[in-house]
């Protein structure tokens, strides 16, 4: 999941920006009967960056013990991708592509993975990166004491004593038992690298490879990172970023129209407010396709959604399109309940049936019919509640009765969530496929927000990790989805654009999986 804040009222006084309270929050029920409301637009400017520009980030404010590791599960997110770089990354398509490493192979069995890193790279204190620090980077990451969300991940199938330096380029992965998509695996963002013996002082100091260095950081502050000249890749576009924490997403907006700010980050605007932002003289919104996942999971260990019938019924119950138009006004594309987003090559080109009628009869067969129940929500992301009544409505011709009911957003992942038998949820997409069919839907998996097990979607993603011919993991990946629809406990109607407040002086912004290119963004002149 990312994190998203609903609009607030109180100021944050602590940012150094003059958040105006009344700015937007007085302005978006009340633009004036005369005012022009824009459409949101569907890309975001391109250009040639001026040079020397600063980029001013406003970010949701974080806990205290926020840190710059980026294997902590509390790392401060929105610097890692400007300090750090990883072995390799996700085009958008979901493909890996290189990033610290050059290239990589495998043996046949896809046990042994050998990759080969860039010449020429130093870290910001001009030590030079070497394969003893891919190997010092992943022996953190799988630390039991580091508690890193992707150990949990890698662990399975790699132990840190499988991770070898044959030479000073060239780091050697044993791996415990076969897996295919292994590259893949080392995308997420707690794979960036840091240098050898870093671990004690990493959260404060920030040395990495990436294209900015850090020049100030406060925990759940103010921070601020310059270019770095010395860049593989060559200097960055902007000269410096500086970030700011606020609380509320009502203040970000009044800071980005007050043009005090550039850029939200991890914010996703609900349709009014991007409109407002859109009809600003100073801002204007990006779209990032597709972005978030929203999910219906329906607890499998509940009593009203053991039995697969039910299941099926309540899928066969709506159709994806209405919840589309409805929730998201058209923001976004059909789930038809396959999790894997549209537009990645492993994607399953499907569309199931909608079918009340047969919804109803399957009901009646499992001993639910005339099923009645709460479905929760809350505000912790603007589209959640319009899902969720969408839903309720839509499953009303198969004699289907929600209850729509909301919880608090502050408790809502801790006390609802994989707890209560009907609720909705989303996740950021980017994920590779291999890494969101284990995380998110194999047995026994902590993210499973279902808490489905089928034993033959197990074994096809142990088969998919065995299976090195490209083609045929694809088809096996794609089986795995066919039994996610059919018989899986979480519904996903849609996948939404994530809509981004920035400056209409902001250029070449481009995101995926909740990242945005640091080394093309910038600014006009």
């Known amino acids: 999941?990312?994190?998203?804040?609903?609009?607030?009222?109180?100021?944050?006084?602590?940012?150094?920006?003059?958040?105006?309270?009344?700015?937007?929050?007085?302005?978006?029920?009340?633009?004036?009967?005369?005012?022009?409301?824009?459409?949101?637009?569907m890309a975001a400017?391109?250009?040639?960056?001026?040079?020397?520009?600063?980029?001013?980030?406003?970010?949701?404010?974080?806990?205290?013990?926020?840190t710059l590791?980026?294997?902590?599960?509390?790392?401060?997110?929105?610097?890692?991708?400007?300090?750090?770089?990883?072995?390799?990354?996700?085009?958008?398509?979901?493909?890996?592509?290189?990033?610290l490493a050059a290239e990589w192979s495998s043996t046949s069995d896809g046990k042994t993975w050998t990759f080969n890193l860039r010449r020429g790279v130093i870290f910001h204190d001009r030590r030079p990166l070497t394969a003893a620090d891919v190997v010092y980077t992943l022996g953190h990451i799988l630390d039991p004491d580091v508690g890193s969300p992707q150990a949990g991940v890698l662990s399975p199938i790699l132990e840190a004593s499988g991770v070898t330096a044959s030479d000073p380029h060239t780091v050697v992965f044993?791996?415990?038992?076969?897996?295919?998509?292994?590259?893949?695996?080392?995308?997420?963002?707690?794979?960036?690298?840091?240098?050898?013996?870093?671990?004690?002082?990493?959260?404060?100091?920030?040395?990495?490879?990436?294209?900015?260095?850090?020049?100030?950081?406060?925990?759940?502050?103010?921070?601020?990172?310059?270019?770095?000249?010395?860049?593989?890749?060559?200097?960055?576009?902007?000269?410096?970023?500086?970030?700011?924490?606020?609380?509320?997403?009502?203040?970000?907006?009044?800071?980005?129209?007050?043009?005090?700010?550039?850029?939200?980050?991890?914010?996703?605007?609900?349709?009014?407010?991007?409109?407002?932002?859109?009809?600003?003289p100073n801002a204007t919104v990006a779209r990032a396709k597709d972005a978030q996942w929203y999910t219906i999971p329906m607890l499998a260990t509940s009593k009203e959604f053991s039995d697969p019938l039910v299941r099926q019924a309540m899928k066969l119950a709506y159709n994806p399109k209405d919840i589309v138009a409805t929730a998201l006004q058209g923001n976004g594309s059909t789930g038809w309940d396959n999790p894997v987003p549209p537009g990645y090559e492993d994607h399953l080109d499907f569309t199931r049936e909608y079918d009340p009628e047969k919804a109803r009869s399957l009901l009646k067969k499992a001993g639910a019919e005339g099923l009645q129940l709460p479905i929760y929500t809350s505000s912790y992301d603007s589209v959640f509640t319009p899902m969720a009544v969408a839903y309720a409505d839509a499953v009303k011709a198969a004699g289907i009765k929600l209850t729509v009911t909301s919880a608090s957003s502050d408790s809502y992942y801790t006390e609802i969530w994989m707890k209560k038998p009907l609720s909705v949820s989303y996740w950021f997409t980017g994920r590779p496929v291999d890494q969101l069919l284990n995380q998110v839907f194999r047995s026994g998996s902590s993210y499973?927000?279902?808490?489905?097990?089928?034993?033959?979607?197990?074994?096809?993603?142990?088969?998919?990790?065995?299976?090195?011919?490209?083609?045929?993991?694809?088809?096996?990946?794609?089986?795995?989805?066919?039994?996610?629809?059919?018989?899986?406990?979480?519904?996903?109607?849609?996948?939404?654009?994530?809509?981004?407040?920035?400056?209409?002086?902001?250029?070449?912004?481009?995101?995926?999986?909740?990242?945005?290119?640091?080394?093309?963004i910038g600014l006009k002149s």
């Open 1 to 41: 999941m990312s994190e998203t804040h609903s609009i607030g009222r109180r100021s944050v006084l602590s940012t150094g920006l003059l958040l105006g309270s009344g700015l937007l929050l007085g302005g978006l029920t009340g633009c004036g009967s005369g005012s022009k409301v824009a459409e949101i637009p």
């Open 45 to 66: 400017a391109t250009g040639v960056p001026a040079p020397g520009r600063r980029l001013r980030i406003a970010r949701p404010a974080a806990s205290a013990a926020e």
């Open 69 to 99: 590791d980026p294997a902590s599960s509390l790392s401060a997110y929105e610097y890692l991708g400007a300090i750090y770089n990883r072995l390799v990354k996700l085009d958008d398509k979901g493909v890996t592509v290189p990033d």
């Open 174 to 280: 044993n791996l415990t038992s076969p897996n295919a998509e292994f590259p893949s695996l080392l995308t997420a963002y707690q794979c960036y690298i840091i240098p050898v013996d870093s671990a004690a002082t990493i959260g404060a100091t920030g040395i990495g490879t990436g294209p900015f260095k850090l020049s100030d950081y406060t925990p759940a502050g103010r921070g601020a990172v310059e270019a770095f000249v010395d860049h593989f890749a060559g200097p960055p576009a902007l000269a410096g970023i500086d970030f700011y924490s606020v609380q509320d997403t009502g203040a970000r907006v009044n800071a980005l129209l007050a043009g005090q700010i550039d850029l939200i980050s991890q914010t996703n605007l609900d349709f009014a407010t991007a409109r407002v932002v859109a009809s600003s």
């Open 448 to 520: 499973n927000e279902s808490a489905w097990s089928n034993k033959t979607f197990d074994q096809l993603l142990v088969s998919a990790r065995g299976e090195m011919n490209d083609a045929k993991r694809r088809g096996i990946y794609q089986d795995a989805q066919r039994v996610i629809i059919d018989d899986g406990a979480d519904m996903t109607p849609m996948f939404g654009d994530r809509l981004v407040g920035l400056s209409k002086e902001v250029v070449n912004y481009s995101e995926f999986g909740f990242e945005f290119d640091y080394m093309l």
